[in-house]
């Protein structure tokens, strides 16, 4: 079993401050050449964040108006794929990265570092801090957003950070309960995997590689197939996804299955929509 890096730079030129915008072809390439390289000789760690990296809604998804669509999307395709998927605390509950008003809300000392030595270098104190705040490791590490009681109902104290200011409407209390929710989700996304081997057991795919938009693939075994889609855009899309009209839908991100043109149409994907359909051959 192998954790790898190298998706973690995707966003990232010659320094993690440099920071470039997202492209998704980049993700798929990488993730992809992972499937693929451990096929047959390996087990791939799935992961999106961890305690050196910022928040994925943030990062690669959508966190205002989108944020809970684009983190069950990402949520979708990163748990359908070949491997052992984690989730870092607060991944399920669409947790965002911090808003850091200044260097001084930081403490990861190598953040710090980077500010103190970026602005004697002579660089634009407001851009240094524009990259803290999208690659800053602390995004990763303010307190678990429990309810909307003092401090997310972390501690009684005071915090060794501050807690993100969304925890009144981001919070694990608001989420349990509500099938709509992020966390809610991530239930139904640990269920598939126990319940549907083709998830833990079946082949890899990759479809579509060099869109910009969706993230597609299929996992296979025997005669059960599933499809993933992933639109990773604001934007309605449509993508050709020959053989699967009419195919089960087992999971999706959006309230209603059916689309509002009222064809069942697995190619077309509204903003930041997710699906997982599912055939047997034969």
């Known amino acids: ?101 200044s260097a001084d809300d930081l403490r990861d000392i190598e953040s710090l570092n980077h500010y103190a030595e970026a602005v004697a270098r002579g660089e634009d104190p407001g851009r240094v801090l524009d990259a803290l705040r999208a690659m800053s490791r602390d995004n990763a590490r303010t307190p678990v957003q429990w309810d909307g009681s003092s401090h997310a109902g972390f501690t009684t104290g005071e915090p060794w950070i501050d807690v993100n200011p969304n925890y009144p409407e981001v919070n694990a209390a608001a989420q349990v309960d509500d099938p709509r929710s992020v966390f809610c989700h991530y239930r139904k996304l640990i269920e598939l995997r126990h319940t549907e081997p083709v998830v833990a057991h079946g082949d890899f795919t990759m479809l579509l590689p060099d869109d910009e938009a969706v993230y597609a693939f299929t996992r296979r075994l025997g005669d059960v197939e ?17 053989g699967w009209d009419g195919a089960e839908l087992v999971l999706g991100n959006y309230a209603d299955a059916a689309h509002p043109c009222g064809k069942a149409d697995p190619g077309a994907l509204r903003p930041w929509e997710a699906r997982v359909h599912r055939r047997v051959h034969g």
């Not at 995707?10 to 401050?17: E, L, P, S």
């Not at 998704?24 to 964040?49: I, T």
């Not at 599933?226 to 020959?242: A, I, P, T």
């Open 226 to 242: 599933l499809l993933v889609l992933g639109n990773f855009s604001g934007d309605d899309v449509h993508v050709d996804v020959d």
């Open 1 to 101: 079993m192998i954790f790898q890096f190298e998706h973690v730079g995707v966003d990232q030129g010659a320094t993690k401050w440099d920071v470039l915008p997202f492209d998704l072809r980049r993700l798929k390439a990488v993730l992809g050449r992972w499937q693929d390289g451990l096929a047959d000789v390996g087990w791939n760690s799935l992961y999106w964040n961890n305690h050196d990296q910022p928040r994925v809604v943030s990062r690669f998804g959508d966190d205002g108006a989108h944020r809970v669509r684009s983190a069950k999307a990402l949520g979708t395709v990163l748990h359908l794929q070949r491997g052992t998927p984690y989730v870092y605390q607060g991944e399920e509950l669409g947790m965002t990265n911090f808003p850091w008003a």
